[in-house]
């Protein structure tokens, strides 16, 4: 506290902050330093419209070098061209369908998908930082930022079916316009819950087998794509050289081979997500009247597309048959987990420690796995021109039924059969420290 003059009246102690005086008023505010601006807030339409314009690039530019770079090595197209099939490749990334004159092209490429998606949430981080709104935690701003992404996102994607369609596929703008509008918002707010806030907040209130149960059958669904991803790069890896003859026989020099190799990767997740529902018993189509199971391979007359190189040739036998095991594998695995998060948790919260807290989540799980396979299965097929291949990848809802169950049953039996299996060694160890204590003889036979 500064010294007092005799012509300086003394303040009261309750005045007094941090050693310096106050007023009667509060704090006094300081003032800004001389050559700091204050900092200034942007306009959501302007936060919002360049965070979407950007995701939009990032995400258009690797599918136009893809595309173009096999038009441009092979002379077979302008600037212009490849542009426009950057385009057009970029709105099926985005699940808008192409028609075309070989028929309607709705196979959207996932790896292309998860990149907008990406790019999209990355916007409403962006977008949620801008307007100031960070940590505010507040449900209204996140969902406010989410639609006004999502709202430029749909124009953008609508100027693009028009700028494709006037010299191209056909492609509907309004089609576009509702697919960019849906997917730009969802996306974006995801990004925007995290930045503010709202995402804590919400798992902080949602009841603990909720939670917990919301956790298992990500963890399970994840695990089955997982299980997924490594059976259809094993049986790529099998019928490599069948690929790479494919490759070599479209003659398109080594800029266009590397862009259809590109192009066989973007639909990698494609692939994994029909793994998984091989494994998981739906099986998938890669064309009408044709069926991939582990009970039946019918596929008939293929395109010559490297990625098909790795379909099983026929029914599953012999030791191949152990695979049928790995959906309920992952399922007990992710039980596994949950009954080891639980009993460190059970430390602190007691009344988390029973029976109910561990089998609620546990059959919770089931429904959640189903409904990632389920949508992950819908959105992997589509079209591929007209005709026998107007039907190409699994049935949703047969998908999200058999993963719902297998989960279910797998999740409960791993985590009943870890609960017991930890007490019996927790009561092992505890009668070994009682008959350690009453002075039980050791190994020497002395008490």
């Known amino acids: 506290m500064p010294p007092v003059t005799p012509d300086q009246p003394r303040l009261p102690a309750a005045d007094v902050v941090d050693g310096r005086p106050i ?20 306009p959501l339409p302007v936060a919002a419209g360049v965070a979407a314009t950007w995701a939009a690039v990032t995400s258009w530019l690797p599918v136009t070098l893809v595309l173009g770079l096999a038009q441009l090595s092979a002379d077979a197209g302008s600037l212009s061209g490849a542009l426009r099939a950057g385009l057009a490749g970029w709105l099926l990334g985005h699940g808008v369908p192409l028609q075309t004159a070989a028929g309607p092209l709705g196979l959207a490429p996932l790896a292309l998908t998860a990149l907008a998606v990406w790019r999209l949430t990355r916007a409403g981080v962006h977008a949620t930082r801008a307007i100031g709104a960070r940590g505010g935690r507040s449900p209204r701003q996140a ?12 124009l953008l994607g609508a100027l693009a079916a028009v700028a494709v369609s006037a010299g191209g596929p056909r492609v509907s703008p309004v089609r576009a316009g509702l697919t960019f509008a849906l997917l730009g918002t969802l996306a974006a707010l995801v990004g925007a819950a995290r930045t503010t806030g709202v995402s804590v907040l919400l798992a902080r209130r949602s009841p603990p087998p909720l939670r917990d149960g919301l956790r298992t059958g990500l963890v399970a669904g994840l695990l089955l794509l997982g299980a997924g991803a490594g059976a259809a790069g094993l049986a790529v890896a099998t019928g490599g050289g069948d690929a790479a003859d494919m490759i070599g026989a479209y003659r398109t020099g080594v800029a266009g081979q590397a862009g259809i190799t590109l192009v066989s990767l973007a639909y990698a997740p494609n692939a994994t997500i029909w793994s998984a529902s091989y494994l998981l018993g739906p099986g998938f189509a890669v064309g009408t009247d044709t069926a991939v199971r582990t009970s039946e391979v019918s596929v008939g007359a293929l395109p010559a597309v490297p990625l098909l190189a790795g379909l099983p040739r026929g029914p599953m036998d012999g030791l191949g048959a152990g695979l049928l095991a790995v959906p309920v594998l992952a399922g007990m695995t992710a039980g596994w987990l949950l009954a080891r998060r639980l009993a460190r948790v059970a430390a602190e919260d007691r009344a988390r420690a029973g029976w109910p807290a561990l089998l609620v989540p546990a059959l919770l799980a089931g429904p959640v796995a189903g409904a990632v396979l389920g949508v992950a299965a819908a959105i992997s097929g589509g079209p591929l021109g007209g005709g026998r291949l107007a039907e190409i990848g699994p049935v949703w809802w047969q998908v999200a039924g058999v993963a719902a169950a297998v989960v279910a049953v797998g999740a409960l039996l791993g985590a009943a059969a870890t609960r017991i299996l930890t007490r019996e060694a927790g009561g092992g160890r505890g009668r070994m420290r009682a008959e350690t204590a009453r002075g039980a003889p050791d190994a020497s036979g002395r008490p």
């Open 23 to 42: 007023g009667r008023a509060g704090p006094r505010v300081p003032a800004p330093r001389s050559g700091e601006a204050p900092r200034s807030r942007a």
């Open 143 to 154: 969902l406010t930022v989410a639609i006004a992404v999502g709202i430029g996102y749909a």
